[in-house]
């Protein structure tokens, strides 16, 4: 098993950063992609970002410029950089970790942690 817990989540003004983190530990094997997802309350959770294993990244096109998803692989670390936060919006934001594991590919997801953008 792996255990993701997000990290750095919290209050900012609009216009502001903030950086989240997600540390994978137990069970961390060879990694396929690397994901961070966000819900609002009453929606459905929605990818933000990922990262694959080659390297390649996507952003959705609303947080495209704003947000910067990275990795410490070494540390085994995920993290997202948010900048010029937009006002009134409230999120809770879970990474997974999609991994290789005998012959398959298992998803974990962390316990999320919640964002608020408010003045």
């Known amino acids: 098993q792996v255990q993701l817990v997000e990290s750095g989540g919290g209050l900012v003004q609009p216009g502001g950063s903030l950086r989240l983190s997600c540390a994978a530990s137990?069970?961390?094997?060879?990694?396929?992609?690397w994901s961070w997802y966000r819900q609002a309350p009453g929606q459905p959770r929605d990818l933000v970002a990922d990262?694959?294993?080659?390297?390649?990244?996507q952003y959705i096109a609303a947080v495209k410029g704003r947000f910067t998803i990275s990795s410490d692989n070494a540390k085994n670390i995920l993290y997202l950089q948010r900048d010029n936060l937009k006002p009134e919006a409230t999120d809770v934001y879970y990474c997974?970790?999609?991994?290789?594991?005998?012959?398959?590919?298992?998803?974990?997801w962390g316990n999320g942690t919640l964002v608020t953008v408010s003045s």
């Open positions: 997974k970790r999609q991994q290789h594991e005998g012959s398959t590919w298992v998803d974990y």
């Open positions: 990262t694959a294993y080659n390297g390649y990244i």
């Open positions: 137990g069970a961390v094997g060879s990694v396929n992609a």
